[in-house]
């Protein structure tokens, strides 16, 4: 039971910086679509939200931190993000 809670708030703090470091830089109100939306970011199939504002989002996922960074990073890319 303790490593599972263990593995959840390592997860959950790992996707935090995980989207912290993608959206580092993604705050310019001179954008054609105006500031970012961090709840209308792509999601990993299977991820379940646990907070979400325009300003931060935060979910956790059932797969391994590898596997959800991968799956993270090619949603992003097929939205067209660049990195």
């Known amino acids: 039971m303790q490593g599972n809670v263990r593995d959840g ?3 959950t703090f790992l996707f935090v910086c995980l989207l912290g470091l993608l ?3 993604c705050f310019n109100s001179d954008t054609a679509d105006g500031p ?3 709840s ?3 999601r990993v199939a299977g991820a379940k ?3 979400a ?3 931060s989002t935060i979910f956790t996922s059932p797969n391994s931190i590898a596997q ?3 799956a993270v ?3 992003l890319a097929d939205g067209g993000w660049q990195k």
Do not use: M, S
Request: a negative charge.
């Open 9 to 11: 708030i390592a997860r």
């Open 23 to 25: 959206l580092a830089g």
């Open 36 to 38: 970012l939306d961090t």
């Open 40 to 42: 209308r970011l792509p």
């Open 49 to 51: 939200e646990v907070f």
């Open 53 to 55: 504002t325009p300003q």
């Open 68 to 70: 959800t960074g991968d």
């Open 73 to 75: 990073e090619k949603a």
